[in-house]
């Protein structure tokens, strides 16, 4: 982290016995032992809860691909089937019977038979023989 070499210590080391003197050096030390522990755990903790945030972003990332991934399934399964269904409504629609026709709507609807000259003067002679 800082680019302290041990000739750096042991300069920085002699002036704090110079600067706060043999008898008060070692609270010294150990009040700054203690604040730098306190600052490691701070570090760690927030690092943890850094970690633990981005778990939790990646885990809500996972959940809505998941979610997707189920419903473009869903989706997938259930247009053949509402495709088939449609077909099926369809031909069924289209396959219902035509209302049944009366005895005279036939007949109306047949047109009569053609005759020759030759067949009508056959029928004629029958007719008037009789």
């Known amino acids: 982290m800082f680019d302290i070499g041990w000739s750096e210590l042991l300069l920085i080391g002699i002036v704090a016995l110079v600067v ?9 030390l150990r009040g700054l032992g203690a604040m730098m522990s306190k600052v490691r755990s701070m570090a760690a903790e927030f690092q943890g809860q850094f970690q633990d945030a ?3 972003a990646e885990l809500a990332d996972l959940k809505k691909q998941a979610e997707d991934l189920a419903s473009s399934a869903t989706n997938a399964i259930q247009n053949p089937v509402q495709s ?4 099926l409504q369809k031909s069924v629609a289209e396959a219902k019977p035509a209302p049944v026709a009366t005895d005279a709507q036939v007949d109306a609807a047949i047109p009569a038979p053609a005759q020759s000259a030759g067949a009508a003067d056959a029928v004629r002679k029958q007719g008037g023989g009789a």
């Open 84 to 87: 088939i269904e449609s077909e």
């Open 54 to 56: 981005m778990r939790d």
């Open 20 to 28: 706060i003197g043999p008898k008060d050096l070692p609270k010294v």
